[in-house]
């Protein structure tokens, strides 16, 4: 016979979140079987199934999305209270279980939703548009999106072990990742806020390699694993106005490391 131990234990898993500028109290979060959840002072429930991507403008924190698996997306202009303001992304087929979606941080009217193509509002959601006439990587859904803050014309998409680059806004791709011998799914990309050639990927897998940093769009590659443990890496980030300060997230912590140190 069992007793149930977890009374008033609050635990899910969270598989996006999202910050503003505008607002530094605020957190959206996609949660695992448990929709998706606002902290502003406190948390409370803004959306239902399995919570999914998300985002809040960088101009106006009452301005968020939310979205569901396979890549329903839905928007509020009240900070969370409806979820119904005009939102139009009706690509054709789905998504992955979870859809990438990026707000931009040069324009708080673009966003980015990956399918097969990556689809572009101009207009916070009221109309978007496929960037490019075909699928990036065929039929191959977008698992990463990633825009370059310094110059919205590069953008970055993870498909699989693969890494794309586009240097007009996405109209076409160059697979940036041929002479990056590790086949694990990329699960983050980073790009420098002020080089949108620098940037850094991280992988899943067991494979024993983690981090990989380019410094010229992807013609060449470092390996940064170091000393890193041997799981899944789920993403990375950089710190502005730093020395290159990277940040990795695994299953069991956050590393960093900068330009002055070896690992």
Known sequence: SWTARNDGMAITQYY??????????????????????????????VGGGDGMDNGISAS???????????????????????????????????????TPFVVSVINPNTLYAGFEKLWKSSNAGSSFSATSSAGIWGSNKIDVIAEAPSNASVLYVGINQRVYRSINGGGLWSHITNNVADQSTVTGIAVD???????????SGYSGNKVYETYDGGNSWYNRTGSLPNI???????EPGTNGLLYVGTDVGIYFRDASMGD
């Not at 949660?31 to 998706?36: I, L, P």
């Not at 806020?193 to 992988?203: E, L, M, R, Y």
């Open 16 to 45: 996006k979140i999202s910050t503003s500028p505008a607002n530094s109290n605020l957190t959206l979060a996609g949660a695992q079987d448990n929709g998706t959840h606002l902290k502003n002072n406190t948390w409370s429930r």
């Open 232 to 238: 899944p890496a789920n993403c990375v980030a950089f």
């Open 193 to 203: 806020p002020v080089n949108a050639d620098h940037i850094a990927i991280s992988k």
């Open 60 to 98: 106006d924190a009452m301005v968020m999305y939310r979205s569901v698996y396979y890549g329903n997306f839905d928007k509020s202009v009240n900070g969370g209270s409806t979820f119904n303001a005009p939102f139009n992304l009706s690509p054709s087929g789905s998504g992955n279980w979870v």
